[in-house]
């Protein structure tokens, strides 16, 4: 009698955790059965151990599987899986099918071997198995809330949750009755599921070191710069034996386990997607977690120096200085060179003071070749202010009488119209040149008179009076050079600003009120207000 034809396969085994039930080993033993009896022989396995079916970036096996079978020739007709969950557990059930479609597509099959049904492309097949993939999924979610109530719970009870240690402090482990067992030390963990970690007090030499950073920080207004630059000229050692950074400094001066609170839930990272930073009302905290260090008002105390340490208390000079001489020593300038500074003021301050770092370097006379380097703020916020007093000017000269607001660019009619003044910047990119007019600032404008500036941010290539009809609602109007869908809003010069403003509002207003005085009870006729 002729035998059937045995079918090549490959199985594919996936295991997020120790739980027996989806262990690699009796994942490949049900499919070994499986195969047995359906007549395929198993030629390839591909494993991910240790890897959430969440994502499918960090399974390796699975992608060169999908590599393979794409590429043809990939040495077997079919692919054995245990069960849908082991194929993924996608929070997207789309994704899921994407991927075993792509197989295929491709001429292979894909069976799992656990499951009641046979993933035939039957009706029952399909609803079977995308009702698999919700529930896979739905158990990924139910199991993320279990845990993250667990470690509230946990965290309320006064453990670690884990994260790096802060400086002066230690891990204290307990045993199943809370009673200590000993400290760990840095790189130890638990050994017992049971167990716990506990926060508790360092060696008093590291104590004195942290009530005397806030000292300096608090009394002596010392800068971060300043105080790690004194720990390490005097040798002593930060977390781990390792030198001290102004971002070690400023770590422990916001870090309220020092006044006794602990919080949890700053940061998540749920479901495989990339960490975020959570809003403070989120937070979970817990005060007095573990015996204060420095006392809340003290802590405070830091808080509010550091709030009050303005950028624009430092002066110019001692800005552009270290810049100045840095540019003369290397001969150019960038943010790794800044950083490896030590008497170097932090990047931040010049892009705050400037606006960007390639205003800064242009202020010391640094160009990078790669990027034409930006005007310093200063230029772009007096040719602002003079645009607004030129259009003000321009209004008056009109016949308007004209209240303005320089400092905001507003300028208030005598009708009760308000006029937003701005001027855009030119931007360049790879593909087209063009200006970006700000909408968002001027919420109750009537009209907005946009001068368009050249490179030089001086020079002005020509003005838009754009009504309030045609604000976008995300806040901004992108004009592109060499012809836009509001070229018949541009005006050439401001001396007719004027006279647009009359005969726009003669065409829309003055129609408007004929039309109410005529026929009172019908709506008045819309019309698309368009500048002559």
Same mark, same amino acid.
Request: charged fraction near 25%; glycine fraction near 6%; hydrophobic fraction near 35%.
């Given at each position: ?6 079918? @090549? ?26 195969? =047995? ?21 960090? @399974? ?6 999908? /590599? ?6 990939? &040495? ?86 884990? &994260? ?5 402090? @230690? ?15 840095? &790189?130890? #963990? ?143 300038? /960038? ?15 010049? @892009? ?24 310093? #703020? ?116 401001? =001396? ?37």
């Amino acid at each position: 009698m002729p035998t059937d034809p045995v079918v @090549r396969a490959a199985q594919y085994i996936r295991m997020s955790t120790s739980q027996q039930r989806y262990s690699l080993s009796n994942q490949a033993a049900a499919i070994e059965a499986y195969a =047995t009896s359906k007549g395929f022989k198993i030629v390839k396995t591909y494993a991910d151990p240790g890897r959430s079916g969440l994502t499918f970036s960090k @399974r390796k096996e699975l992608q060169r599987l999908l /590599s393979e079978v794409l590429g043809g020739s990939p &040495g077997f007709e079919a692919v054995l899986v245990y069960d849908v969950s082991r194929w993924g557990r996608f929070q997207d059930t789309d994704e899921s099918a994407h991927y075993e479609w792509l197989v295929r597509n491709a001429g292979v099959s894909v069976h799992y071997c656990a499951e009641i049904f046979e993933n035939d492309g039957s009706l029952t097949s399909a609803i079977m198995k995308n009702l698999k993939r919700v529930m896979a999924g739905e158990y990924s979610r139910e199991l993320s809330r279990k845990v993250w109530a667990a470690q509230v719970r946990q965290f309320e009870r006064g453990y670690r949750m884990g &994260g790096r240690t802060p400086y002066a402090l @230690r891990r204290l482990l307990l045993d199943e009755h809370g009673q200590p067992k000993g400290v760990l030390n840095p &790189g130890e #963990a638990k050994n017992l599921r049971w167990e716990k970690v506990v926060l508790v007090q360092g060696p008093p030499e590291e104590l004195a070191v942290v009530r005397r950073i806030y000292r300096l920080s608090i009394r002596d207004s010392f800068s971060d710069m300043q105080i790690a630059t004194m720990l390490n000229d005097e040798g002593i050692r930060s977390v781990r034996d390792g030198v001290w950074t102004k971002y070690l400094v400023r770590k422990l001066l916001t870090c309220e386990l020092y006044m006794g609170t602990a919080l949890f839930n700053c940061t998540s990272q749920r479901l495989g997607r990339s960490q975020r930073r959570n809003p403070t009302q989120d937070w979970v905290r817990l005060p007095n977690a573990l015996p204060p260090i420095i006392s809340a008002r003290r802590f405070a105390d830091a808080q509010r120096v550091r709030r009050n340490r303005r950028i624009f208390r430092i002066s110019e000079t001692d800005l552009l200085t270290p810049l100045r001489r840095l540019f003369e020593e290397k001969g150019r300038l /960038s943010l790794p060179l800044m950083i490896a500074q030590p008497d170097m003021p932090n990047h931040a301050s010049y @892009r705050r003071r400037y606006g960007s770092l390639d205003a800064a370097y242009a202020k010391v006379g640094y160009v990078r070749p790669s990027k034409r380097a930006c005007p310093p #703020a200063a230029i772009t916020v007096d040719r602002a202010r003079a645009f607004s007093i030129q259009v003000v000017g321009s209004l008056r000269r009109g016949g308007f009488k004209v209240r303005s607001d320089i400092e905001r660019g507003v300028a208030v009619l005598d009708n009760g119209f308000r006029v937003a003044i701005g001027a855009s910047r030119l931007w360049t990119s790879s593909r087209e040149r063009f200006w970006e007019v700000q909408t968002r600032n001027c919420p109750d404008a009537d009209f907005l008179i946009a001068c368009l500036l050249s490179t030089d941010d001086r020079t002005a290539l020509g003005y838009y009076l754009i009504p309030a009809e045609r604000f976008p609602k995300c806040g901004r109007i992108r004009i592109v050079e060499g012809g836009h869908r509001l070229e018949h809003y541009r005006i050439e010069c401001l =001396t007719a600003l004027a006279d647009h403003i009359h005969r726009y509002l003669s065409a829309t207003i003055l129609p408007r009120s004929r039309a109410r005085r005529s026929a009172p009870s019908a709506p008045p006729p819309h019309r698309e207000p368009r500048l002559p």
